[in-house]
């Protein structure tokens, strides 16, 4: 992997990046050398998407990140655009200080009060960075809360003032950015759900943080990676061997359905034809088998004997045919929870299994974390936070804080967590995590998740003979049906993707790459 592509995965947490920073210094890096990079760098982005003729006023605070405002002012000012600067404090660090009275020499305007900014076409956000904790106060809440007012394009510097930088918790008031220039690695807070709303278009400034810094801070376990696309791509089981047959290709068994909720099936169906595997199988309630076979052909649909609720009442494969012959199982999706001895039956199986919907209803009133530590075989779970709190309610709420939840989960359970969201967060049991950084509302359809259920197992069932480590198969997966789910918005509306039409989109994902 190349040092480009592997600080595009690189997420932080404020303490990583304070030391990472403090090993560059030590190493004899100037603080005032590695400000003036930053800020030209920042300074030649805002160039490229603005005219000269934009008024910018820039919002400066007390420490670097303020610093690094001051010098951006500095330079759209002597490239001839008109710049005013908002500044309530008082007492500034050194560094940032000393700027502060340049800029002021060259007769930039310079207000106490948001008010003088009031005829600005862009503002600049400079007023906090990073590790910021406590709870923003007078006047610069007040200052804020104006601002987000207003109608104007915002920039932030590394991260929205007022974002916490791990949990992305608004910290009493935050900026609304249209766009945050993120500098040197990606922070976490930035990726967080409930962060999206204030962080706009996030892009990285890259300011050649040298990779061994990062490998030494980080190390390699309790990892937070960012899924990209090409790593992603580089998880498929593409090209095929010239010489294969259908079995070599994984062959998966989906328990899915009930009268209630026939859809369930045909959708996880329609996600695993899409992966490309091999040889399907689907096991329905016998009631379904005709509507499965319409929908799926080249699938083996197993119709089995159905309980009064019209749930599977017995999984009743071919003959000859094992729960372990198969590469991946994977149960949830529309069997309601009347399906309990099924997912007891398949939970004591060797297969690697993925357990979705109802699946994890079933498992959470059996004591999901004791069950899932009594199986040898990998297990990959997907819920979303209300089945989540379900699985795990000793965790606090994976809404507030989904990394440190998810990372807790994978590990008590010593399952796979894949928790959806518009950030989705997967986690291992050692600690490793990787985020997928791009979705769409348009996802927010009944039946997304039982498209991702059949594109997951289907990818797992291929890479299950392969070096491919399982999360990281599992992370391809979601950014898969993510980038299916982006593609289909633009072409359609973000209110357009019904789940049935996503998974014709999951194609032109792989044919545009």
């Not at 990779?211 to 498929?236: F, H, M, P, Q, Y």
Request: net charge negative; hydrophobic share 40%; proline share 5%.
């Amino acid at each position: 992997m190349d040092r480009q592509e592997f600080i595009s995965q690189v997420i932080v947490t404020a303490t990583q990046m304070r030391d990472i920073e403090a090993r560059i210094f030590t190493a004899g890096m100037p603080v005032a050398a590695l400000m003036e990079k930053v800020a030209g760098l920042i300074t030649r982005r805002i160039e490229a998407m603005t005219y000269k003729k934009n008024h910018i006023g820039v919002l400066v605070g007390p420490g670097h990140n303020g610093g690094d405002a001051l010098v951006v002012a500095r330079e759209l000012f002597l490239s001839g655009y008109t710049v005013s600067i908002y500044c309530p404090f008082e007492k500034l660090k050194e560094l940032t200080s000393q700027h502060f009275q340049y800029v002021k020499s060259l007769g930039i305007k310079i207000y106490d009060s948001v008010d003088g900014l009031q005829n600005c076409d862009l503002l600049i956000d400079g007023l906090f960075g990073f590790g910021l904790e406590r709870h923003l106060t007078e006047p610069v809440a007040s200052a804020i809360d104006a601002i987000n007012e207003s109608s104007n394009p915002i920039f932030s510097i590394d991260i929205p003032s007022g974002l916490h930088t791990d949990t992305g918790e608004v910290l009493g008031t935050a900026i609304r950015a249209t766009h945050t220039l993120c500098l040197g690695l990606w922070k976490l807070g930035l990726l967080q759900d409930r962060a999206l709303e204030y962080v706009g278009k996030a892009e990285l400034i890259d300011f050649d943080i040298p990779r061994a810094d990062v490998e030494a801070v980080l190390g390699d376990t309790n990892k937070i990676n960012r899924i990209t696309k090409k790593t992603a791509l580089s998880t498929l089981p593409l090209p095929r061997p010239p010489v294969t047959h259908k079995y070599k290709e994984g062959h998966l068994l989906l328990i899915c359905g009930s009268h209630r909720y026939a859809g369930g099936a045909i959708l996880t169906g329609l996600g695993a034809r899409a992966s490309g595997i091999g040889m399907l199988s689907i096991a329905v309630p016998e009631y379904l088998k005709p509507l499965l076979v319409a929908q799926l052909p080249e699938a083996l649909i197993i119709g089995c004997p159905e309980t009064e609720t019209g749930a599977i009442a017995e999984l009743k494969l071919p003959a000859n045919t094992r729960l372990d012959s198969f590469s991946t199982i994977a149960i949830g999706p529309g069997i309601t929870t009347d399906a309990a001895p099924i997912v007891e039956q398949v939970l004591e199986s060797t297969d690697p299994l993925v357990i979705d919907a109802d699946g994890l209803n079933i498992l959470a009133t059996m004591g999901a974390v004791q069950t899932l530590q009594k199986r040898q075989a990998p297990t990959v779970l997907t819920p979303h936070t209300g089945e989540f709190k379900r699985l795990f309610p000793d965790i606090p709420d994976a809404q507030n804080n989904r990394i440190e939840a998810v990372q807790a989960a994978a590990k008590q359970s010593n399952a796979i967590i894949l928790l959806k969201g518009a950030r989705t967060a997967i986690a291992n049991p050692h600690g490793n995590t990787w985020i997928n950084p791009e979705s769409t509302p348009a996802l927010a359809r009944g039946g997304s998740g039982d498209v991702l259920t059949g594109l997951l197992a289907g990818l797992l069932a291929q890479g299950v003979n392969k070096s491919t480590p399982i999360e990281q198969i599992v992370a391809t997966a979601a950014w898969w049906h993510a980038q299916a789910g982006i593609i289909g918005a633009s072409e359609r509306t973000e209110l357009g993707i019904d789940a049935h039409t996503l998974t014709q989109y999951l194609l032109l994902v792989i044919s545009g790459s």
